[in-house]
Structure formats: C-alpha cells, structure tokens
C-alpha cells in the first residue's frame, strides 16, 4: 500500500524557517518525480515545487522561488521542503503527492497534508 | 507563465444529470492535463491524467476530451457522491498551475 506522510508544520513567525518532511512507503521512491502542494484555507490548490526521481531537477513556483528548497533522500524514502523567510500568504495546508510516471507526470498519490501557520 | 481558467466556479445539478466543467489554457499544452477531485475535507484525488486517461478505480461516469487550449471534464450521470471541488491542472512544464476549481453541488 502506498502512504505519503507529512510532518514538520507549525506555527512559526514572519521570517522564520520550516523543514517539512514527507516520508514515504509502498513504491520504488527513487523512481518518481514527488512534488509539494498547497491550500490556503478554504482555497484552492496551489502547485509550490518538485523535484526529479533522481534530484537532477527541482522546478519552483515565482511565489516561493528563492525562499523554498526542495530536495530528497532517497535512502531515507523522504522528501523535504525547507522553507524559508516566511510571509503570513505562505499559511496553508502542505501537500506532497507522488508523480504518476516522470517529472512531466500528473500526481496519483498523496499524503493527509501538513498545516504550516505563519503568524506573529 | 500559462494559466489555467476552469468555468464555471460552481455549479448546481440534480441526481442523474450530464455535467460538463471546462478547462482553459492561455497557451497549448498538448495534452498535459489532468483533472483531480476533492472532497470536502479530504486530499485531492486523481481522475484523469493525459487530457482524456481515466486513472484506475475511479467510476466510468467521469470522461475527459481535449488538447492544446481547450479542455472538458464531463460527469456522465451525476452521483451524490460528486459532490466536491473539481481542478484542473497542467503538468508539462513549470509552473504547474492549477485552475481556480470548480464546485460542484447537487440541486
């Protein structure tokens, strides 16, 4: 059974840093692209960033390009997003979601979703 | 950057009805669309990838056509259980928008 679960959101303040994890069981991890995904609440989705099954390629939204980095262990079955200089319109739920095939794929699987708040 | 515009934002339709939500591109994409439905308070899920490829398990009602700019989700027969937030998505190249939604309610 494939699982995808998020951990690492919280309450931090304007400016802070985050490091979200996304660890992952029940498929070859190395072979799949993986993204991250946020909803502001009660929004839509927002697409943040991914990265290639072989971390060859990372691709950013312009909203977090600079401030966000995503990377992967894959001896850890783990993705991450460090998330840095935090803003209060980065507050959301965080998704991260499996690519179907290669870094051009549609998303098939994906975890419960962490809450990161940015709030003083 | 491509955006992608869904019409219309909601909608309301009765048990049985035919459903169409569109999908607009501001530039061609081929057919790297996909379509994933979400229930209140639940985690997005993947019904169509490819513009038109149903992904396993999901309910043959659900039908996606299109290519390039112009794009179609249909719901052949409306369920109780369609009731969600329907988005579209391109995923060719970054950034990988995603439309606004569409909602979709029963009548």
């Known amino acids: 059974e494939v699982q995808l679960v998020e951990s690492g959101g919280a309450l931090v303040q304007p400016g802070g840093s985050l490091r979200l994890s996304c660890a992952v069981s029940g498929f070859t991890f190395s072979n799949y692209a993986m993204t991250w995904v946020r909803q502001l609440p009660g929004k839509g989705l927002e697409w943040v960033s991914l990265?290639?099954?072989?971390?060859?390629?990372?691709d950013y939204a312009d909203s977090v390009k600079g401030r966000f980095t995503i990377s992967r262990d894959n001896s850890k079955n783990t993705l991450y997003l460090q998330m840095n200089s935090l803003r209060a319109e980065d507050t959301a739920v965080y998704f991260c979601a499996k690519g179907l095939r290669g870094s051009s794929s549609a998303f098939d699987q994906w975890g419960q979703g962490t809450l990161v708040t940015v709030s003083s | 950057d491509i955006q992608m515009t869904q019409s219309p934002s909601s909608l309301s339709a009765s048990v049985g009805d035919r459903v169409t939500i569109t999908c607009r591109a501001t530039q061609g994409i081929s057919n790297y669309l996909a379509w994933y439905q979400q229930k209140p308070g639940k985690v997005p899920k993947l019904l169509i990838y490819?513009?038109?490829t149903l992904q396993s398990g999901v309910p043959s009602r659900f039908s996606g056509s299109g290519s390039g700019t112009h794009f179609t989700l249909t719901i052949s027969s409306l369920q109780p259980e369609d009731v969600a937030t329907y988005y579209c998505?391109?995923?060719?190249?970054?950034?990988?928008?995603f439309g606004q939604g569409t909602k979709v309610e029963i009548k």
């Open positions: 990265i290639s099954g072989s971390s060859g390629t990372t």
């Open positions: 490819a513009a038109s």
């Open positions: 998505q391109k995923y060719n190249s970054a950034p990988r928008t």
